[in-house]
């Protein structure tokens, strides 16, 4: 699928060499114009460093001179989402939600980190520019890692953490979504010669996303006919099974609290710890709180989707992997359309 | 004398138009022809050609069926002899089920209106883009008609059904000719839907990449005109009804090899990827009898075709055999022209100008632009490297038309003489991001336009290349919806004066508009469009101009605005 547009950066670079080389004098004020538009999304260094060398065109002698600046580095990428997934499975089924083909080569490579780049229209039929990752492990430390990269190279509007969970029986069922309004570190903690006590920490969405979180429902939006389509998709994946019967596979997406710890909950104490920390637990995973900080650090907003692929209890198995982070995945990408304001 | 009925259908179009004295003596040629008797026709010109969009027929194929049926028993009222025709331009999305219903509505038509009763016989005769497949459902619906010589297909190429009848009067020649008489001459059609794609593309010698290109040729658009154009090759090339075996490069066949494959099996010829003939040695002895025909979409320094000709008349001991291009970078005539590559000359159907550049001096590897690929554009809008490019070919002007409400533009990219150029490849951009923003095919849309020169050109382009259908709005009715305090009374004055975009939107098939204007200044004139569209109960999917000069207003509005360039004009807004 093409881009709706080249990069402001490409385009600022094309105007200057354009201004420099043109002579009429009508069109130099046109190219000025469109420079001074494609310019105003580039990061402050970047606007300076072409704003100068176009008012060179127009002036000489010491006052060019002192427009003499050196070429910053640019952050030429700009993503309006961004979606990090942890494990293959999820990557796997976000790039089936996003149309990304399975096979196609990643457009960035930075330190064994792939980006995979992707438009999508919203409801307005402006585009976004969507970038997808994998951090490539799970717990919370690579995560942080990996989004500091992704910060890096990418100047991102919203980040979304997409995958699969442990879900607590009788409130979520298999398959179910459900969307963090708090992540919390359950694990902090004080250790004291009486016992630990305990810390936890809670991270929140921004208000402006969680009042776009409020508002969505992905069921107004067909959910269930993309699921059908893409689990499709998920089936031709041979080792990804989905979903074990489309006749119960009715999933529900729900907001509430995740815990995030660096521990795999496979105990069933699930609803243990849901009585312990918050009464509105809903599933348990090992990135969030990780993924949540590094957010906050960057001031990128954030948001946790998660898709309930086990009980956190012994008789946990991978066959609710796939499906789970496509309804996870889909869910995502119908917020971004049909829920997400993007900024001005 | 037989009494003659039309009904033209016209699948992938928005709305119904009509057809003149020309289309009409067609159909009563084609009357006379398979009937051998004089005829008379039962409508007068101008013609009503009803529109089928793509969107109806996936959604209600049946009710489409229903609709040619209808009309088909109308006009069997006072005629013996039915002329229908189905036209399908390239664009249109219409496969499969789509036939089968549009002949059960022919079937329909046949068994609703001949019955046993009636003394005098009903005769259809279906123009169709292509015969049915013997297997196919269609066929097996129109058999019977069919055997009873009630039904006669004939299809583009002049093939007709049932065979069996000898019919002394029809020409098939004639028919083919005379059909793209009136839809147009094809290398006049080719020369305007050829896309000319603007890019940065590699070009290779012995497989090293030593040059750039700014232009790809795209022919894609055209199949229906290079197919008439090689048919007609062969007609003058290989008397007595000879027929060549062509033979392509499939790696430098993009959108070539489809064509030829339908043509070789409409005329009976043979169609080959060179490197099957080089491992076919039987083959020689049809050679010897009749030269094969090399056939290339584009013929640039002429190397890669000199390679094939040289081991296809080495494998099989050939002087000479006859080549083809479509289009030649370089020839002695703008069209119809040919040139000498190593020794052997070429025959070409049009001349295409192309600028090849060492990558040490391409101005596009300066600036570190990206490589394009050939056929797909990576950015849905123009590049700043692609806009201003035209712009210099095609240069500024004063604005032509400025609305009274604000201060003439002093200069403005002269767009028409940049459609002039470029018209086809706009067009399809245009036609891709519409089908982005809207999720249809671009000819299901009916476009609403302000009725000024640069809109007008730039409309033009999209009818031809996307077969949308075009509706010119008078400058004083935008200006009097601008104003508008009381909507009714104004319907009221178009309802009585009836101008003539007001009498076409009322009958367009689809409720969903696009509203395109050559560029945007103020937005104004949007506004007012918009208003216009609402009082006539249509629903604006979107606002598309060319460049939009007021991007920083789009955000305010409540529909999709899309441009193919943008930038804020500090004179403008």
């Excluded at chain 2, 509505?105 to 009636?118: C, D, R, S, V, Y």
Aim: hydrophobic share 40%; with cysteine; glycine share 6%.
């Amino acid at each position: 699928m093409p881009r709706k547009q080249e990069h402001s950066a490409t385009s600022c670079k094309v105007l200057v060499e354009r201004l420099k080389d043109c002579k009429s004098s009508d069109q130099r004020v046109l190219l000025l114009e469109d420079l001074l538009w494609k310019s105003r999304n580039l990061p402050p260094g970047a606007r300076w460093f072409y704003t100068a060398r176009a008012l060179k065109c127009f002036v000489d002698g010491p006052v060019a001179a002192r427009l003499d600046m050196e070429e910053p580095e640019m952050m030429t990428h700009k993503a309006d989402v961004a979606i990090l997934t942890a494990i293959p499975p999820e990557l796997i089924a976000t790039k089936i939600a996003f149309n990304i083909p399975l096979e196609i080569q990643e457009d960035e490579y930075v330190n064994g980190l792939r980006f995979w780049e992707t438009p999508l229209t919203d409801s307005t039929g402006g585009q976004l520019d969507i970038v997808l990752t994998m951090i490539g492990e799970s717990g919370n430390v690579s995560c942080a890692a990996a989004c500091d990269r992704l910060f890096n190279t990418y100047d991102v509007g919203l980040c979304i953490l997409v995958g699969v969970a442990a879900g607590l029986k009788g409130k979520v069922k298999l398959g179910d979504v459900v969307a963090a309004d708090i992540v919390l570190d359950y694990e902090n903690a004080r250790l004291e010669s009486d016992g630990a006590k305990k810390r936890p920490r809670q991270f929140s969405p921004g208000v402006q996303i969680a009042r776009d979180l409020e508002y969505f429902n992905p069921q107004q939006h067909n959910w269930y006919d993309i699921l059908r389509q893409a689990s499709g998709q998920l089936r031709e994946v041979t080792y990804l099974e989905a979903p074990p019967n489309d006749d119960f596979w009715n999933p529900e997406f729900v907001s509430g609290v995740i815990l995030s710890g660096e521990k795999l909950i496979a105990d069933g104490s699930l609803d243990v710890r849901r009585k312990e920390y918050h009464d509105r637990i809903r599933a348990a995973e090992m990135e969030g709180r990780g993924f949540a900080r590094m957010c906050e650090e960057h001031g990128v907003p954030w948001l946790v989707f998660r898709g309930i692929s086990d009980y956190g209890d012994p008789q946990i198995n991978k066959d609710w992997q796939g499906t789970s982070a496509l309804d996870a995945a889909t869910a995502a990408r119908l917020f971004i359309e049909r829920g997400y304001k993007k900024p001005i | 004398m037989k009494r003659v009925g039309i009904v033209s259908c016209k699948f992938g179009s928005g709305a119904a138009s009509t057809l003149g004295e020309s289309h009409l003596e067609f159909y009563l040629s084609v009357a006379k022809a398979i009937t051998n008797e004089p005829v008379t026709p039962v409508q007068a010109p101008p013609l009503a050609r009803m529109a089928i969009t793509n969107e109806r027929l996936n959604a209600r194929p049946g009710a489409v069926g229903d609709a040619i049926a209808k009309r088909c028993s109308e006009v069997a009222k006072c005629a013996e002899v039915i002329v229908v025709d189905l036209d399908v331009p390239e664009m249109a999305n219409i496969r499969g089920s789509a036939h089968i219903n549009a002949y059960a509505a022919i079937n329909l038509a046949l068994q609703t209106t001949h019955k046993p009763e009636q003394s005098r016989a009903l005769m259809l005769i279906l123009l169709v883009p292509e015969l049915p497949d013997s297997n196919s459902s269609s066929m097996r619906l129109l058999n019977p008609d069919l055997a009873k010589g009630n039904i006669v297909l004939i299809s583009d190429a002049g093939k007709i059904l049932p065979e069996e009848i000898s019919r002394p009067s029809f020409n098939k020649e004639q028919y083919r000719l005379k059909l793209s008489e009136i839809r147009g001459k094809p290398i006049e059609l080719l020369r305007h839907k050829l896309v000319r794609q603007r890019g940065h593309f590699k070009r290779f010698v012995n497989g090293v990449h030593t040059e750039c290109v700014p232009l790809y040729f795209d022919g894609r658009l055209c199949s229906v005109e290079v197919r008439k154009l090689v048919h007609d090759y062969v007609l003058q090339n290989y008397p007595g009804g000879a027929r060549p075996h062509f033979i392509y490069r499939p790696d430098y066949s993009n959108w070539l090899e489809g064509l030829l494959h339908i043509l070789a099996g409409e005329i009976g010829a043979e169609c080959h990827r060179v490197w099957e003939v080089l491992e076919r040695p039987e083959l020689g002895d049809d050679f010897d009898v009749c030269a094969p025909l090399l056939i290339v979409q584009l013929i640039d320094s002429g190397n890669s075709l000199t390679e094939v000709r040289n081991q296809v008349c080495s494998k099989f001991q050939l002087d000479e055999i006859k080549c083809l291009a479509v289009l030649s970078t370089t020839g002695n005539e703008p069209c119809f022209g040919s040139r000498l590559v190593a020794g052997a000359e070429i025959a070409y159907f049009l001349k295409v100008p192309q600028i090849r550049q060492l990558v040490a001096d391409c101005p596009m590897c300066r600036l570190d632009l990206p490589y394009s690929k050939e056929g797909h554009d990576d950015n849905l809008m123009l590049t700043s490297y692609e806009f201003w490019t035209m712009v210099d070919i095609a240069g500024l002007k004063k604005e032509d038309d400025p609305p009274p409400y604000r201060m003439k533009l002093e200069a403005v990219p002269d767009f028409p003489r940049i459609l002039d150029s470029n018209g086809a490849w706009i067009a399809s951009k245009i036609g891709d991001l519409l089908k982005n923003v809207t999720g249809q095919l671009p000819n299901d849309i009916v476009v609403v336009c302000p009725d000024q020169k640069g809109s007008q050109v730039l409309t033009e382009y999209l009818h031809l290349v996307s077969g949308v259908t075009v509706i010119r709005i008078r400058d004083e009715d935008i200006r009097s919806a601008k104003d508008l305090n009381t909507p009714d009374s104004l319907i009221d004055e178009w309802e009585r004066t009836q101008p003539e975009w007001y009498m076409q939107i009322r009958a367009a098939a689809t409720q969903k508009v696009v509203v395109l204007d050559e560029f945007c200044v103020s937005a104004v004139k949007r506004d007012a469009l918009h208003t216009v569209m609402g009082q006539l109960k249509k629903t604006v999917v979107c606002y598309f101009a060319l460049a939009d000069f007021c991007p920083q207003l789009a955000e305010k509005s409540s529909i999709p605005v899309m441009s193919l360039y943008e930038w804020r004009m500090y004179g403008g807004a």
